[in-house]
Structure formats: C-alpha cells, structure tokens
C-alpha cells in the first residue's frame, strides 16, 4: 500500500507533470468534494514563473469542468428526486433568488464552501447548461488570476513546506 501512495504522489509531482497536476486537482476541487486547488497553482508558479497564465488558464478549464459536472449531477438529482416538498423557508428563497437571477448566478461559483454546491443547484433548477458553463469559467478565471497573484505577493519567497 505504502508503495502504490508513494508511485501516486510521484505521479503527480509538480515538477514532472505540473498542468496536468493543475488540471486534474482544479477539476476535483470544483466537484462537491472539499478540497482546494489554489495552491497547486501557487506551487506550479513558484516552480516555474513563466508558467502563470497557461497554470491560471488550466486551472480555469478543469475547474469549470468540474462545474459542469456538478451542474449535471445536481440536474440528474432533481430528475431521480423529486420537487423538494418539505422545504424550510430559506432554502426556498435561496432557489427563488438562484431561480431570478438564473445563469448568471453561477459567477458566484467560485466563492468557498457554496460555489459548487451552487453548479449543482443549478442543474437541479435546469438552468441552460452552456451560460451556466461559461458564466462559472468566467468567475473561475478571475479567482485564479486573482487568488494566484495574491498569494504569490503574499509568499515571495521560497514556499514555507
């Protein structure tokens, strides 16, 4: 066991395989699961300037791809479940307020702990999936270019590991 953990953290060792890294940990962050991709950015970028915007680009991609999939795992929840019928009165305004403002809602999908939940809400709702799409790679792009920059001027050294 020690073995396989250690081949698949080599893997995905930044140095060798950085974007790719990038990807594939942007890409499961922006699903329901509760993990964050920031820092591999950061560390692509402290490895390998140059790298800024293709880390940012990449990092965008996957996490709107992982938007996308929560968006149709939350549309293929409503079509095995049904209306919700038992709803407390803030969830409803929530679904109301998602419901107005509909594919624009989903800019909001990079914000911590309700930007995914927000992808799949959004899906549940069937709000149309490509403004969903490009409205999440929107917000996305602007965290990562955003949240990268910030960090990099927040730790201008050798990362603290």
Known sequence: MEAWLLSVLTWFALPQVGLSTVFIVS???ATLLPIGSEFAVLALVKLDPPLFWPAVLVATVGNTIGGAISW????????????????KPHEARALQWLQ???????????????????CA???WLRLPFW???????????LRYVTMTAALLWWFPGPLPI
């Open 27 to 29: 890409l499961v962050s």
């Open 72 to 87: 149709w795992m939350g549309y293929g929840a409503e079509r095995a479940y049904e209306r919700l019928k038992h709803q």
């Open 131 to 141: 403004p969903c799409v490009a409205y999440m790679a929107i917000g996305k792009f």
């Open 121 to 123: 809400v959004a899906g």
């Open 100 to 118: 107005r403002f509909g594919a624009k809602a989903c800019l909001l999908s990079w914000l911590p702990a309700v930007g995914d939940p927000l």
